[in-house]
């Protein structure tokens, strides 16, 4: 047995069985785990490869550009 590093959970496996880049789900917080050592046993959080969540800077980059064109645009109405 082996505990969630996120949540603290008990997740029971079989740990002789486990392998170095093995992936687990934590039953309770639904953590998707994967096995980063196995003597002795580590796991860690899967690396968040999801860019729904994260703007980059590109993103924030395209927001200015959009809100300056529609300033520029108000300003010109104005006029």
Same mark, same amino acid.
């Given at each position: 047995?082996?505990? =969630?590093?996120? =949540?603290?959970?008990?997740?029971?496996?079989?740990?002789?069985?486990?392998?170095?880049?093995? *992936?687990?789900?934590?039953?309770? =917080?639904?953590?998707?785990?994967?096995? *980063?050592?196995? *003597?002795?046993?580590?796991?860690?959080?899967?690396?968040?490869?999801?860019?729904?969540?994260?703007?980059?800077?590109?993103?924030?980059?395209?927001?200015?550009?959009?809100?300056?064109?529609?300033?520029?645009?108000?300003?010109?109405?104005?006029?």
């Amino acid at each position: 047995m082996v505990n =969630c590093p996120l =949540c603290d959970a008990v997740i029971d496996v079989e740990e002789d069985e486990l392998d170095e880049g093995d *992936s687990l789900i934590c039953e309770e =917080c639904g953590a998707n785990l994967n096995v *980063s050592g196995v *003597s002795p046993l580590e796991i860690a959080p899967e690396a968040d490869d999801d860019d729904d969540d994260d703007e980059t800077d590109d993103d924030l980059d395209e927001d200015d550009d959009e809100d300056d064109e529609e300033d520029e645009e108000e300003e010109e109405d104005w006029k």
